[in-house]
């Protein structure tokens, strides 16, 4: 045989493998949703800060951001005896796509803060609060009943 052809028969033989699923497999589902997990260390006597942060200028903005349809849910947990990544934020998105396209999200920013300077304030407050403590994200799909 050919060099050639068995290039061309190993391709195919891939193909069909790659292409097969097993059975324990499923394909994505159309209504898969993506969780992005963000794992922070704060020091513990900046915790009340950022609550306090989140509640002002976070959870108003997450609203804002959920009528354009790709963040679907939001949530903050802080670990209530100071763990070493003690601040978990949980973030809800309708498409793998929608993890990436920030467009509602800065939009939602201005919306609810449109000073500049302020919102240079705000983001200047958050940084000093993460600083330089341990950071970490992970994406996560959900196991639902379909």
């Known amino acids: 045989m050919s060099r050639t052809r068995i290039s061309v028969l190993l391709a195919l033989s ?5 292409a097969a ?12 949703t993506f969780w992005v997990v963000s794992y922070y260390e ?14 002002a200028y ?12 790709g963040l679907l849910d939001y ?3 802080i670990h209530s005896y100071a763990g070493r990544e003690n ?4 973030q809800k998105f309708s498409s793998f796509a929608a ?29 000093s609060i993460f600083g330089s403590g341990l950071h970490r994200d992970e994406i996560y799909t959900e196991v639902t009943k379909q």
């Open 99 to 127: 993890i990436h396209n920030d467009t509602a999200w800065l939009a939602a920013i201005r919306r609810i803060t449109p000073d500049s300077t302020k919102r240079r304030v705000v983001q200047d407050a958050f940084n």
């Open 87 to 90: 601040v978990v934020i949980l």
């Open 58 to 69: 976070t959870m108003p903005v997450v609203e804002e951001a959920k009528k354009s349809g």
């Open 14 to 18: 891939l193909t069909a493998v790659v």
């Open 21 to 32: 699923r097993s059975p324990g497999q499923q394909a994505a589902s159309a209504r898969e």
């Open 75 to 77: 949530r903050v947990l």
């Open 42 to 55: 704060v020091e513990w006597p900046k915790v009340d800060s950022l609550t306090k942060l989140m509640r």
